[in-house]
């Protein structure tokens, strides 16, 4: 099942829920979809969550025939949001291969699902990527520290955390923290929280949480909305135009075939895309992944940051 189908069952159950009793000719027009897709939308809705839909005659619409169900109400266990939480970043491995469908249809069923404190987002850049960054396996102590984040986020409960910071030359510092939720987005698992130390809202990558323990004390109430996160889409977005080797440019061609950046072959072989980016932190890392098959062309503080990273590197051997 694709995302669409999982948002028109979410406007079906809204509608049926709310007594309109709509039928297939109002879901066709209101869903703007063939009736054929009207019915398979129902059938799912019926297979996947179990809804008690049932047709009136006399109403010439659906209803449920048992009104305690609500879609919402189905409850994950925190053994479902794990596998959640890991199976996004396990999912990639799949593409092009028979089980991609059936696992993406179990995960998909999962997400529609998610209590308010996790999002992910739909706008995963490195979907796209051919390098490993977004492939990196959660390991033990991800899943821990993600099974904490996840009690204290039920729980309303404070956090003291120790981050190492990729933009501060990889220092580790501790702080006490109100967790708000946690955020998929472009392909790496964020904490947003209310810093206790100064006061405002952070992202934290989860994958560089260190040690991480539960406090008695509760969490404070803060703006969890995207109007000023710094991975919102909604942010400044930043124009990286960046020249690939020829070496790999066939392969960099076919990955920005499908998606809506500027792809240019140049008169010596290379290939020049142009694209928009949110993410500093993930674009850094694949761009960094690359190496000497790539060169950043703008911004010039992107490009200046891999310079400095590189004398380092090479003073090293």
């Known amino acids: 099942m694709d995302q669409k189908s999982l948002v028109r069952?979410?406007?079906?159950?809204?509608?049926?829920?709310n007594g309109k009793?709509?039928?297939?000719?109002?879901?066709?027009?209101?869903?703007?979809?063939?009736?054929?897709?009207?019915?398979?939308?129902?059938d799912l809705f019926k297979k996947l969550f179990n809804?008690?839909?049932?047709?009136?005659?006399?109403?010439?619409?659906?209803?449920?025939s048992d009104l305690s169900f609500v879609l919402n109400d189905i409850k994950l266990t925190?053994?479902?949001?794990?596998?959640?939480?890991?199976?996004?970043?396990?999912?990639?491995?799949?593409?092009?291969?028979?089980?991609?469908?059936?696992?993406?249809?179990?995960?998909?069923?999962?997400?529609?699902l998610l209590p308010?404190?996790?999002?992910?987002?739909?706008?995963?850049?490195?979907?796209?990527?051919?390098?490993?960054?977004?492939?990196?396996m959660l390991n033990k102590k991800n899943i821990k520290v993600f099974k904490a984040i996840l009690q204290s986020l039920d729980e309303?409960?404070?956090l003291k955390i120790e981050y190492k910071d990729i933009l501060e030359d990889e220092k580790v510092y501790s702080v006490a923290i109100s967790?708000?939720?946690?955020?998929f987005y472009n392909g790496e698992w964020y904490l947003s929280a209310l810093n206790h130390i100064t006061g405002k809202k952070v992202q934290f990558n989860i994958k560089r949480i260190g040690t991480i323990r539960k406090l008695k004390e509760t969490?404070?109430?803060?703006?969890?909305?995207?109007?000023?996160?710094?991975?919102?889409?909604?942010?400044?977005?930043?124009?990286?135009?960046?020249?690939?080797s020829k070496t790999i440019s066939a392969v960099i061609a076919d990955k920005f075939a499908e998606n809506a950046h500027k792809v240019k072959r140049l008169s010596n072989g290379k290939l020049e895309v142009e694209f928009v980016q949110t993410d500093i932190h993930s674009l850094y890392q694949w761009l960094l992944s690359f190496g000497s098959h790539v060169e950043i062309i703008q911004p010039v503080m992107l490009r200046n940051r891999i310079r400095k990273d590189l004398i380092k590197m090479l003073s090293m051997y």
Do not use: W
């Not at 709509?22 to 703007?32: E, S």
């Not at 049932?54 to 659906?62: A, E, P, T, V, W």
């Not at 967790?179 to 955020?183: E, L, R």
């Open 219 to 244: 969490a404070m109430d803060f703006d969890v909305n995207d109007d000023d996160d710094q991975l919102s889409m909604t942010q400044e977005k930043m124009i990286v135009i960046a020249e690939f």
């Open 78 to 112: 925190e053994g479902d949001l794990l596998s959640l939480l890991v199976g996004q970043n396990v999912l990639n491995f799949y593409k092009n291969t028979p089980f991609y469908d059936d696992l993406q249809r179990s995960f998909q069923k999962i997400t529609v």
């Open 179 to 183: 967790p708000g939720k946690v955020k």
């Open 116 to 136: 308010d404190y996790i999002q992910i987002s739909e706008n995963n850049f490195f979907d796209i990527s051919v390098d490993m960054y977004d492939s990196m």
């Open 156 to 158: 309303k409960k404070r």
């Open 51 to 64: 809804a008690p839909i049932r047709y009136s005659k006399s109403k010439n619409g659906y209803y449920y």
């Open 9 to 17: 069952i979410v406007e079906m159950d809204n509608l049926i829920r």
């Open 21 to 42: 009793y709509p039928n297939c000719k109002f879901l066709q027009k209101h869903l703007c979809v063939s009736e054929r897709t009207v019915l398979r939308d129902i």
